[in-house]
């Protein structure tokens, strides 16, 4: 199985080849076109020359032009390679140049055809002499008389500057496939470096210490994109990791100071022998602890369970009336120990989809809080509405509510305010935090603010349909 970086070398390998390939044929063909165009042109050249001497002469005084040196002047290259003929409408050789000896140029019967129409007809013969030769047949009328002056020409020139162009063309190819495959491995090389500095670090980034980052190449880039997102993640993770951690020792802590003071109130009171009433004193006393403690122990397990995603209750549609309803009757008894009211304005049914069982926990956390944060004699009330596909619930008192660096604050597990810290009042910090891990488990959301007169609202949306 090839690795990335080769499938991608033989891909880069592939398309330098196909393209070069093209650029060298077509190169190639130019060229051929214009050699042998530049041939062409050299034997109708002569041919016109010829014709037109040709035309000048009188019918029955027809020759070949032998070459220039005859008539004295500097040897012509032109004409040496060059066979000449002039033939009549018959293809009957009427004079030949010297340098034919005794072969005569063809002069087929389609030739004399065209040129009987006007027409310069060129051929490539194949199998005339020791070398494929090419001709031109061109038509000259004198009089009443139609001839054709014919020259040949050897191909052998075009075809060895061909052989000779074909064999550059074939080793700049190799000598460019060969740089431009250097240059593309070096720079995949570079890319590739960057990719594997990246995953070496990656490899070392362990969950002891998740602060590192890893490597930059410094580019904006794919690869300078992907460590940027790759590092927004190990962020996130870190951040995430940290929660949990710090959830880890708060919970321990929490365990840890009942147990403490159940063990000392055992072990004092087992130190020597008592009175049965100091029995039964410690034994309450434990007893609260213990409550306090398995209270711990189920709301932990209760976030165990969302943050797994294992919240296992059936959503139904749930009509919020009854388990508001619900939630006041079970907070009765708190709510007339310390004389606060508790007051429902839900005048229309209101439905959610929701798991019931989750959704009176958060109502219970609600208006634990709502009554516990209540001067004596206040009033808490809770509304119910529907706005359009959602469900909202709102639990309002008239506590001395929430400072407002603390309205985010108040959801965060383990977080308790200041002045539930040092007024005594009982709790943990994980209420809310629940409250919020279930409406966000429903896809809703969960907000806190602050009434005109001061007390504290939670607002809470749960989605109706769907
Ligand atoms: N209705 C409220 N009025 C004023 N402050 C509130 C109110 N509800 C919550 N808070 C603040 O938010 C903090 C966190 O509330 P949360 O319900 O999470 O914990 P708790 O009530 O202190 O303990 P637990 O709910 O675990 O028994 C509280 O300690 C308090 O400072
Ligand atoms: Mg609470």
Redesign the pocket.
Known sequence: MLSFRQRLGLVHLSVIVVVLALAAFAAYWGLARAVHGQLDAALLALAETEAGMLAEEQVDAVHVHEAPAARGGPLSFVRLDRLVQIVDTQGEPIARSANLGAARLPAHATTMAQVEKGQVVFETLHDFGEEPTRLVTVPVRTGNALRAVQVAGSLDDVHSTLKAAAVLFVIMSAVLLLSVGMAGALLTGRVFHAIDDVVDKAHRIGDADLSQRLPHPGTADEIGRLVDTLNEMLARIEQGVGVQQRFTADASHELRSPLSRLRTELELALRRPREPQVYVETLRSGLEEVERLSLLVEELLAFARLDAGQERERVERTLLNTLAEEAMLRMEPIARAREVTLAIDAPLPVHAKVAPGSISLVLD?LL??AI?FSPVGGRVTVTLAQQGEQATLRVRDQGPGIRSDELLRVFERFYRGPSARSGNTP?MG???ALAQAIVHAHAGTIVATNAGDGGAVFDVRLPSIG
């Open positions: 956390n634990d809080n516990k709790g994980l209420g809310l």
